[in-house]
């Protein structure tokens, strides 16, 4: 439920009113929009009579919310999610790009891509230290040695740094990580999701391979009922009956997506396409749908990759690209 205050209410009205709301045993999500503040109820309303509250004398009406996500409803929250991070914002007018290989495989290496991508434009470096493969013989990823190195690539160039989480048993080790990845193969991780929202780190959450939109944001408000609101939403492809590319980009998420929730969504054309070439005709489609980034794989030599090599840009491409995305941000009024 929502309720919409008149504007200008006394202050120790709205007082009164949120103690009430508490003694129902409810949480509250407060918007202060530029004429009106919105209060939402978090909990199980449905016992509560609406005249209840529409019959105060601040209230000006109150609306139940026929979704299942509260907290990361459009509704209780009208204005965009915008999240500090670093220099850059994300869901503001600052289009982001997080770049980086699909896995930390050396100090050379990341240094090196860190250093390219952000000479390019890349405002977060991306890296996996932690790696979900489908096969146990393939290389895992370096753990806490690769969020080591991470940092050392975040000390030489100052990118903010992106790195995927697996077990809340490794929270620790992502104490200096500035955006905590949940991959798509955890986004239904409840336990995990539950420890990332006493965390305060802002979460980059993955669309699960077969999950509706509907689980997606019932997942980022899993995170959100633990009091993290900071969640970006990425759209990475989903699996469907076609084979000739690694997942199908389900570009369609971008709009409904923002007008369901108001968290920024960015989309992740590399795990979508599976193939370098067609990462750059669907970060053009991203854009032009109203995405608030991109996360691009890039690797110093994709052939010799330890994990998704053939997605992956080299530093060269990556520049082409992003020159292109450049021009298309700005023409879309936004900065980069
Ligand atoms: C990744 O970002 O490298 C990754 C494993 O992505 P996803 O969870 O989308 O497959
Ligand atoms: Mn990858």
Redesign the pocket.
């Given at each position: 439920m929502i309720l919409i205050l008149k504007s200008n209410p006394e202050k120790n009205k709205v007082d009164d009113l949120l103690n009430r709301i508490d003694e129902l045993g409810l949480k509250t999500h407060i918007s202060e929009g530029m004429s009106h503040t919105i209060i939402g109820l978090i909990g199980d309303t449905s016992r509560i009579h609406i005249d209840m509250f529409e019959s105060l004398e601040i209230v000006e009406t109150a609306q139940r919310v026929s979704e299942s996500f509260k907290a990361a409803n459009r509704k209780l929250h009208p204005e965009d999610t915008v999240i500090d991070i670093g220099a850059t914002s994300v869901g503001s007018n600052v289009f982001n790009v997080v770049a980086g290989p699909?896995?930390v495989e050396s100090e050379e290496q990341i240094i090196e891509v860190a250093k390219a991508v952000k000479a390019s434009g890349a405002s977060m470096l991306?890296g996996?230290a932690f790696?979900?493969r489908t096969s146990p013989y393939a290389f895992q990823g370096l753990h806490g040695e690769g969020i080591r190195l991470l940092l050392e690539a975040k000390k030489e160039t100052g990118l903010p740094i992106v790195t995927?989480i697996m077990s809340a048993s490794d929270l620790d080790l992502f104490a200096d990580v500035d955006v905590i990845?949940v991959?798509?193969?955890n986004m239904q991780n409840f336990e995990l999701l539950k420890e990332l929202g006493h965390c305060d780190k802002p979460i980059l959450l993955?669309r699960g391979l077969a999950n509706t939109m509907e689980e997606f944001l019932m997942s980022a408000e899993y995170i959100m009922a633990g009091g993290n609101q900071n969640i970006i939403l990425?759209e990475?492809g989903i699996r469907t009956f076609e084979t000739k590319t690694r997942n199908t980009l389900d570009i369609s998420a971008v709009p409904m997506l923002k007008k369901l929730s108001h968290l920024p969504v960015f989309i992740?054309p590399s795990?979508a396409a599976g193939i370098s070439w067609m990462v750059e005709p669907l970060a053009k489609a991203a854009i032009a749908i109203g995405a608030d980034g991109l996360?691009i794989?890039v690797h110093n030599n994709p052939a010799k990759a330890l994990?998704?090599g053939a997605q992956s840009l080299n530093p060269t491409q990556f520049d082409e690209l992003m020159k292109d995305i450049r021009r298309r941000v700005e023409f879309e009024g936004k900065t980069i």
């Open positions: 699909c896995s991306r996996g790696k979900p995927e990845q991959g798509a193969r993955k990425c990475r992740d795990h996360m794989e994990c998704d």
